[in-house]
């Protein structure tokens, strides 16, 4: 069975997309948060001089936080192929198992490749970060 791993450091050119989604979707939220305040409160210096920095630190911690658990399942995305089924394994899911038979199709996207099969919650995504990307997808497409 041979066993693929994502590439070392592949991570770090997701990491500053999250991160710029993140800090996007989080001034998106706090703004809204502030407007539906002052709205309806009014606008009173002495809640917010506690609320903004209460807001800050933790969307701080929770972004930092969330970049650590998906750097975490990054690393540890692991594929096995061994001719005959395909099984994924990554940290804090279940294992995904797809024999040769179950699959319906392989479709190459803009960040990897899908194989899919008749049940649509049933797939495996394989990213182009892969080791061996290119060889594990002719492979994969020449046995199906």
Known sequence: MKT??????????HRKKILKRLILLTIIAVGAGLMIFIITQ??????LAVWIPVVAVASYFGIRRGIRI???????????????????SQVRTRDVT???????AIEEIEKGTLIKT????????????LEDYAILIAELKSAV
């Open 70 to 88: 998906q750097q975490e399942a990054w690393e540890s995305y692991l594929l096995k192929w061994d001719g005959k089924a395909i099984v994924k």
């Open 4 to 13: 693929y791993q994502l590439e070392e450091g592949s991570f770090e050119e």
């Open 118 to 129: 008749a049940k649509k919650l049933k797939f495996i995504f394989i990213p182009k970060e």
């Open 42 to 47: 009014g606008f009173v210096i002495g809640v």
């Open 98 to 104: 797809l024999s040769l038979l179950e699959i319906t």
